[in-house]
């Protein structure tokens, strides 16, 4: 049974940076389709940003320009940077991953599958 853990949450203030890690055990991110997920007030996971492990990236407009989503093949590890933290970022931030060996690679081919995998979350909190 594969498992994500996610790492580097913490508090900083508006303005920082924090970089967000996802290990996996019991498969490889390879091939796949991987995303940053946040949990919103409402209690929704909403798609921050999905690369595919040979694609181009996507982001959601609120974070465009100050989150990068990399994948290291060598370490097999999703990444999430973000800089320039603003208030409405703090959040829980999940990392998903789904075998994609065809590329595809959007937020809803992750969201509602029971064959994507979900960490745990790591919690990041934005002081003002």
């Known amino acids: 049974q594969g498992q994500l853990e996610e790492s580097g949450g913490g508090s900083v203030q508006a303005g920082g940076s924090l970089r967000l890690s996802c290990t996996t055990s019991?498969?490889?991110?390879?091939?796949?389709?991987m995303g940053w997920y946040r949990r919103t007030p409402q209690k929704v996971r909403d798609g921050v940003a999905v690369?595919?492990?040979?694609?181009?990236?996507k982001y959601a407009d609120s974070v465009k320009g100050r989150f990068t989503i990399s994948y290291d093949s060598d370490r097999d590890t999703l990444y999430l940077t973000m800089n320039n933290l603003k208030s409405e970022d703090p959040s829980m931030y999940y990392c998903a991953a789904r075998r994609s060996t065809g590329g595809v690679c959007h937020g809803r081919y992750l969201q509602g599958h029971a064959d994507t995998f979900w960490g745990q979350g790591t919690q990041v909190t934005v002081s003002s």
């Open positions: 690369m595919h492990s040979d694609g181009e990236p």
């Open positions: 019991g498969f490889t991110l390879r091939m796949s389709c």
